[in-house]
């Protein structure tokens, strides 16, 4: 079992940044995938980035360039900066893990085992 806990979300401005964390505990000693995604009202969750327990990160088509994935295996914590902030870009945001990660990166929801509560970002214009 993993246990992810996001924080960091919140309400900020057309072009702010934001730092969004997430901390993992559990059955964290063996390799494992971290991602993020999002989810707007009325719409799908959606992928927008993932660390590999290799420390490579992908990203979402819509974020690259403007969001920063990382994590510090060390104390189980993901980042995701998220710098010149869109409108689009409100939702709740989740953590989650891939405790049996394959050659494949990670881009859907079925790709992971653990999920976070989720936390809210909001843009305002």
């Known amino acids: 079992q993993v246990q992810l806990v996001e924080s960091g979300g919140g309400l900020v401005q057309v072009g702010d940044s934001l730092r969004l964390s997430c901390a993992a505990s559990?059955?964290?000693?063996?390799?494992?995938?971290m991602g993020w995604f999002r989810q707007a009202p009325g719409k799908e969750r959606e992928f927008v980035a993932t660390?590999?327990?290799?420390?490579?990160?992908y990203y979402a088509d819509s974020v690259k360039g403007r969001f920063t994935a990382s994590r510090v295996n060390a104390n189980n914590t993901m980042y995701l900066q998220m710098n010149s902030l869109k409108p689009e870009d409100t939702a709740v945001y989740y953590c989650?893990?891939?405790?049996?990660?394959?050659?494949?990166?990670?881009?859907?929801?079925?790709?992971?085992?653990?999920w976070g509560q989720g936390t809210q970002v909001t843009v305002s214009s």
């Open positions: 989650a893990a891939r405790i049996r990660p394959n050659f494949a990166v990670g881009t859907t929801t079925s790709s992971y085992d653990y």
């Open positions: 559990g059955r964290t000693s063996d390799n494992y995938d």
């Open positions: 660390v590999r327990w290799s420390l490579c990160a």
